[in-house]
Each structure stands twice: as structure tokens, then as C-alpha cells.
């Protein structure tokens, strides 16, 4: 009899053990977010993970790429957007939760030059003379047909007439981030990268800020996607709370929403 009942217990016990990861892994949610959140966000989910013991796993890239895996089936149950248009697009193809999303952050652009640049403060404004300011070198920033820093780079450089002289020296990258280690590596003279990029990387600085009014307003939105897990309203929560308000204004974004409890 003790036999037996020491083998149910194993039994129970192994049962248990092949659960447990179920278990647990029902306890966590993936988010995909713009690339220029990794710092910011990655001290939030800590701090949440800490508070609910709801572990969070992120995807970082540039918007576009995201918005697209996840039209293509990727597993996301939250998706925070650098601009509004790949959320529309999102939106669009029904991937979102629409009355979860919310316009969160909000964000600049800035020129930056390595480190070690003799470039130094820029009046950035109408006839702006970028071409010449990055002399021979390459001037990096997210690619301006579907990355959103790349597209407030160019709407702005548009609109203060320096787009065209400009235009060649260009080199596009993936992401905000990759835009931002080209410079600080010295492979690029110049940079457009969002204010809260310039702020983490000490490989960089900040030579000029372009005018709020020379490019569409730079906003984050955020939203649970259709297949989102039951614990995303409890993360969406948290994001607007007053603990995630002081991380993310620490790093310079500009908080949109007012702060749950």
C-alpha cells in the first residue's frame, strides 16, 4: 500500500512539474515596441514584473517592421507605435483592439555629431544648410519611406528647404537605433535621431533641435492587439500610471495622458 501511494505522489509530483511551465508561461506578455523605447521600457517592465510578477518580453524595431510581423501572425499583445500612421495601418488590417489605444508619449527630433565632432550648436531653421554642415560625410537617420524618425526627418528638412541638397549624403537605416550607432561609431558625420535616443547614448551629442512646428506632431500610441492575453489591460494600466510617468519623462519623453494611480 505505501508503494503504491509512493508512486502517486511521484506521479503527482511529475504531473506537476509538467504543467508548471504552462502555468507560468500564461503569466507572460509580449510586447512589440518602437525601438526608441528600449531604455525607457525595458526599466517599466521591471518595475511591473516586480509589482505583478507578470514577466513582459519585448520585440524592438523600427515601427514598420513591427506593424508588418504582426499583420504576418507574430504573437504580440501590445504594440507601441513611434507614429500614429503605422498604428492606423495596424488598425487597418484589424490586428488592433481599437478602443484600447491611446496616443501615450510624445517625442522630438535632434541633430547629433560623434562625441569628438568639431561641429558644434546649430541654429536649425528655414534655409538651413545641412549638405554643408556634414561636408564629406554621411548623415544618418531611420529610412524616410517607412521608418516614422526618418519620416519626421524628412517632412522637417522638407519644410525648412534643405531636403534636396541633403538628400544624397543620407544614409538609411533600419531603426532609430541603428541610425544612432552609426554616429556614434563616427561611420556618419550627422544624425536625426528623437531626443530620447541623443539622452542614452554617450557616444553622441546634441548639436540642434529641430523646430515642434517643421514636422507632424511625434506621437506614440499604444494599444492591445486583438489576440492579446487577459493580463494586457493590467500592463495598458500600468503604462499610464504614475510610476511608468517618472521612468519615462526621466528619459525625456513627454507624458500625453494623465497619470492613473
Known amino acids: 500500500m505505501h508503494r503504491i501511494a509512493r508512486i502517486f505522489a511521484a506521479f503527482i509530483i511529475l504531473f506537476g512539474a509538467i504543467h508548471a511551465p504552462a502555468a507560468a508561461q500564461d503569466k507572460t506578455i509580449t510586447v512589440f515596441a518602437a525601438a526608441s523605447m528600449k531604455n525607457a521600457l525595458d526599466d517599466i517592465d521591471a518595475a511591473y ?3 505583478t510578477g507578470v514577466k513582459v518580453t519585448v520585440s524592438y524595431a523600427a515601427s ?16 507601441i507605435s513611434a507614429d500614429t500612421d503605422w498604428m492606423d495601418y495596424a488598425t487597418a488590417k484589424k490586428n488592433i483592439n481599437e478602443p484600447t489605444r491611446i496616443n501615450l508619449l510624445g517625442n522630438a527630433i535632434v541633430l547629433i555629431a560623434p562625441k569628438d565632432s568639431k ?37 522637417a528638412l522638407e519644410k525648412l528647404g534643405s531636403w534636396q541638397a541633403a538628400e544624397p549624403k543620407f544614409a538609411m537605416a533600419e531603426s532609430v537605433r541603428a541610425a544612432l550607432t552609426l554616429v556614434a561609431r ?6 536625426i535621431v528623437y531626443a530620447t535616443d541623443a539622452k542614452v547614448e554617450p557616444g553622441v551629442k546634441v548639436v540642434g533641435t529641430f523646430p515642434a512646428d517643421s514636422h507632424p506632431a511625434i506621437i506614440y500610441p499604444v494599444a492591445a492587439t486583438t489576440t492579446a492575453k487577459p493580463e494586457t489591460s493590467g500592463y495598458l494600466a500600468f503604462l499610464r500610471s504614475a510610476a511608468a510617468r ?7 519623453f513627454k507624458f500625453l495622458v494623465s497619470p492613473s494611480t
Request: charged share 25%; glycine share 14%.
Open 49 to 51: 514584473t516586480a509589482k
Open 64 to 79: 514598420s517592421a513591427l506593424a508588418k510581423q504582426i499583420e504576418q501572425g507574430a504573437p504580440a499583445d501590445v504594440f
Open 119 to 155: 561641429i558644434d550648436n546649430v541654429s536649425i531653421g528655414a534655409g538651413f544648410d545641412l549638405a554643408k554642415l556634414a561636408g564629406d560625410g554621411k548623415i544618418a537617420t531611420g529610412d524616410v519611406k517607412s521608418v516614422p524618425v526618418g519620416k519626421y526627418a524628412k517632412a
Open 186 to 191: 563616427g561611420e556618419a558625420a550627422l544624425g
Open 246 to 252: 517618472t521612468i519615462l519623462e526621466k528619459y525625456g
